[in-house]
């Protein structure tokens, strides 16, 4: 089981401060997984990959990242995010919706570098 590190809570306002999904860079302008960008793409409408499931583990009160021969611990407000990746809603607007819900966040910086580190590790699309 691999843990993902994610922006701090919502709400809080502190910067961010955690590592790295396992295989990125913290590094801006640090080289990513061959194939693969960090930027987003104009109009991005992040969606889970086909083979990634959001559950929740109530045994272990966690959310998780269900892949084909992996499971990742989601941390932080990890899942509130993705939860809005529906594949609907542009990064625009997913980060106006976390900025009404948590004011004071740093949600317009953490929350595409975020995402970016997903798309990178291949788990949104």
């Known amino acids: ?43 991005w409408r992040p969606a889970l990959a086909p083979a990634v499931n959001l559950r929740h583990d109530r045994v272990r009160d966690a959310d998780l990242l269900v892949l084909p021969e992996r499971v990742v611990v989601l941390r932080g407000s990890a899942a509130r995010i993705l939860r809005l990746c529906d594949g609907d809603r542009d990064l625009d607007a997913i980060v106006a919706e976390l900025m009404s819900r948590f004011p004071g966040a740093p949600v317009a910086e953490d929350v595409p570098a975020f995402l970016g580190r997903m798309r990178t590790e291949g788990w949104v699309r």
């Open 1 to 43: 089981m691999t843990t993902a590190d994610t922006p701090p809570a919502l709400g809080t306002p502190p910067a961010l401060g955690t590592s790295p999904v396992p295989g990125t860079s913290p590094v801006p302008g640090a080289p990513v997984a061959p194939g693969t960008s960090s930027a987003a793409p104009a109009g």
